[in-house]
């Protein structure tokens, strides 16, 4: 049996100001770096063969208190980015609503018909990460890997897990450093922890 657990990132500034942040590189705030380093401990007594996670600042670093407790190297998958919000990212919910009236409400309604401008469609999102994490899966046979990414993006990879419509991403919620774990049986995948946060105590 393959097990997956996959991580969000830890809190951003971006996330405080509410501003979407796409392929945007933004730093974990003193909050996120104590979630990364709980969720680091949470883990330390996991039997971890493997740490991945996207190229972007926010995962690479949680990624890294993950692996440290393993004495293992972070691998870089920029696959696993976040979606690319394009000409959104770096704007809040009010300045994209004013700029593209009637186009955000798409976002929540039905994502599966969005084109976002200047970026990505959730269908590509989900082609791209979800082929990342099958050639980790591949890769790991009867072993246990760490993968960290962002929140869309977890929430599109459950969506392929499951055969859910991609309409209904935002059914499923992500926490900063929220834990999800994935037991792989004779290939076929089952989710067995959801949005997990119990070791955010403050």
Same mark, same amino acid.
């Given at each position: 049996?393959?097990?997956?657990?996959?991580?969000?990132?830890?809190?951003?500034?971006?996330?405080?100001?509410?501003?979407?942040?796409?392929?945007?590189?933004?730093?974990?705030?003193?909050?996120?770096?104590? /979630?990364?380093?709980?969720?680091? $401990?949470?883990? @330390?007594? %996991?039997? #971890?063969? +493997?740490?991945?996670?996207?190229?972007?600042?926010?995962?690479?670093?949680?990624?890294?208190?993950?692996?440290?407790?393993?004495?293992?190297?972070?691998?870089?998958?920029?696959?696993?980015?976040?979606?690319?919000?394009?000409?959104?990212?770096?704007?809040?919910?009010?300045?994209?609503?004013?700029?593209?009236?009637?186009?955000?409400?798409?976002?929540?309604?039905?994502?599966?018909?969005?084109?976002?401008?200047?970026?990505?469609?959730? /269908?590509?999102?989900?082609?791209? $990460?979800?082929? @990342?994490? %099958?050639? #980790?899966? +591949?890769?790991?046979?009867?072993?246990?890997?760490?993968?960290?990414?962002?929140?869309?993006?977890?929430?599109?990879?459950?969506?392929?897990?499951?055969?859910?419509?991609?309409?209904?991403?935002?059914?499923?919620?992500?926490?900063?450093?929220?834990?999800?774990?994935?037991?792989?049986?004779?290939?076929?995948?089952?989710?067995?922890?959801?949005?997990?946060?119990?070791?955010?105590?403050?």
């Amino acid at each position: 049996m393959t097990r997956l657990i996959v991580v969000r990132h830890g809190q951003t500034v971006w996330n405080l100001e509410r501003k979407y942040q796409g392929h945007s590189d933004i730093a974990l705030t003193d909050k996120g770096l104590r /979630q990364a380093e709980a969720v680091g $401990a949470r883990l @330390a007594d %996991e039997k #971890i063969d +493997a740490v991945y996670a996207s190229d972007l600042s926010r995962a690479f670093k949680t990624a890294e208190c993950i692996a440290a407790r393993h004495s293992l190297t972070v691998r870089v998958v920029p696959a696993l980015r976040e979606i690319k919000f394009g000409d959104w990212e770096g704007l809040t919910y009010e300045q994209i609503s004013a700029q593209w009236p009637g186009l955000l409400g798409k976002l929540w309604t039905t994502p599966d018909e969005l084109q976002i401008p200047g970026g990505e469609s959730f /269908q590509q999102l989900k082609e791209r $990460a979800y082929a @990342a994490i %099958e050639r #980790i899966v +591949a890769a790991h046979p009867d072993q246990t890997v760490v993968v960290v990414a962002h929140g869309g993006t977890i929430c599109t990879i459950l969506c392929a897990m499951l055969g859910v419509h991609l309409n209904h991403v935002w059914n499923i919620r992500q926490d900063n450093t929220a834990v999800n774990i994935i037991e792989y049986y004779e290939g076929r995948p089952t989710i067995t922890l959801l949005n997990c946060v119990s070791h955010l105590v403050e």
